[in-house]
């Protein structure tokens, strides 16, 4: 067994731990094409949450998920009953782990390394989706965006992960396969790790990540 590089790991959890693609499953039986239609409900509920941190409004993070996929349908001119609204956007609440995820958290927490979960999901979304995933016993701590009525990239949801590490923000490792997440941690001052799993370039604006993977097993 080998020291974990850092003593304290938050993870962002949607796209990072679990995978939201599989959300194109269920929406396969309204629309033509899932894979867009995911791909424009996940930037559109990003935009709102950016949207309500920097307009001071806080609005719920499973109510601007909902907001997104009605702001979807609309653009696709489909419109959703109120029980295909409510599935749809449980499905928030029960996505799969990637498959290298619990091989790798099993390997930090054996060379004694702390976890925590850092997401702008709500705190009542997170219980289940760690759950649901098969990796909520892994975590010392899930950390919600909701605590500081703000969401990423918000210096204030960063300042969770140092405060709850107790530790230095350089000392405190953010994981996460978001781009602008993983940016705005490092603008914060976390030691931030890009998983980039989909081969993305690197972004123009703010902080460089130094550190960069493909897969959570490159983490040691």
């Not at 998983?195 to 123009?204: A, H, I, Q, V």
Request: one cysteine or more.
């Amino acid at each position: 067994m080998s020291a974990a590089a850092h003593r304290a790991y938050a993870f962002d959890l949607f796209g990072t731990l679990v995978d939201y693609s599989t959300l194109r499953e269920p929406v396969a039986r309204l629309v033509p094409n899932p894979a867009a239609f995911v791909d424009a409900w996940r930037r559109k509920q990003l935009q709102y949450a950016l949207w309500a941190t920097i307009a001071h409004v806080y609005v719920d993070f499973d109510e601007i998920t909902l907001r997104a996929l009605d702001y979807t349908a609309a653009l696709d001119g489909i419109v959703l009953s109120d029980r295909e609204r409510a599935e749809l956007a449980a499905g928030w609440a029960a996505l799969p782990a990637f498959a290298d995820v619990a091989p790798a958290l099993d390997r930090l927490r054996e060379g004694g390394a702390r976890l925590a979960i850092l997401s702008n999901g709500a705190p009542q979304t997170l219980a289940r989706a760690v759950q649901s995933a098969g990796i909520a016993g892994r975590f010392d701590a899930v950390l919600s965006a909701h605590a500081v009525r703000a969401y990423k990239p918000s210096a204030a949801v960063y300042r969770l992960a140092a405060d709850w590490s107790g530790l230095s923000a350089v000392d405190t490792c953010f994981v996460s396969s978001n781009g602008w997440d993983a940016t705005g941690a490092a603008e914060y001052g976390l030691d931030v790790t890009w998983c980039n799993r989909d081969g993305l370039p690197d972004e123009t604006l703010g902080a460089r990540v130094a550190r960069r993977i493909e897969t959570l097993a490159e983490l040691l």
